[in-house]
């Protein structure tokens, strides 16, 4: 009786853990693509060759703009970005959305300044909700398997 019950709980645990590590098994990456509002980003991040990058070992912060926070910036920005002679732009912009480490919104404090992998600060305000520069967090702590997503309004931009 013991064996059995030692055998059945030890299954169940087994299986309930393996369950837990796929729900954050996804990467950045693949958490981005899986959730169908980030086609811009997901391009624009495969066109600067940072795809290996995020898919690695982290963790990592991403603020994430959304499909229509790009589609807000000045016509032909995008198209302009994408062109491999931009490439070094791109990366510079993109990596300016990522800070080292996994930092979840309970993490945050007003005026706090992160340093991003870009090299450049950004600032973080709590007056008005979660803001990151001048963007809007719309959804935050999307967890990974690497790190974590907080998905902004806005491209922010490093100066």
């Known amino acids: 009786m013991f064996r059995k019950t030692a055998l ?58 959304t499909d229509a926070a790009f589609a807000a910036l000045p016509e032909g920005t995008v198209e302009t970005l994408l062109k491999p002679e931009n490439k070094d732009q791109l990366v510079a912009i993109l990596t300016y959305h990522v800070v080292p480490g996994k930092v979840m919104s309970g993490d945050l404090s007003d005026d706090m300044t992160a340093t991003t992998v870009q090299g450049s600060d950004i600032m973080i305000d709590l007056d008005n909700g979660v803001m990151v520069n001048d963007a809007t967090v719309v959804s935050a702590d ?18």
Do not use: Q, R
């Open 8 to 65: 059945t709980l030890t299954a169940a645990m087994m299986m309930a853990g393996a369950a837990f590590a796929d729900g954050h098994s996804k990467d950045i990456v693949d958490t981005a693509i899986g959730a169908d509002d980030f086609n811009t980003l997901v391009a624009a991040v495969e066109a600067a060759g940072l795809v290996d990058t995020l898919k690695g070992e982290g963790p990592f912060t991403v603020f994430a703009p």
């Open 142 to 159: 999307i967890e990974a398997g690497n790190g974590v997503i907080h998905v902004i309004d806005k491209v922010i931009m490093p100066k």
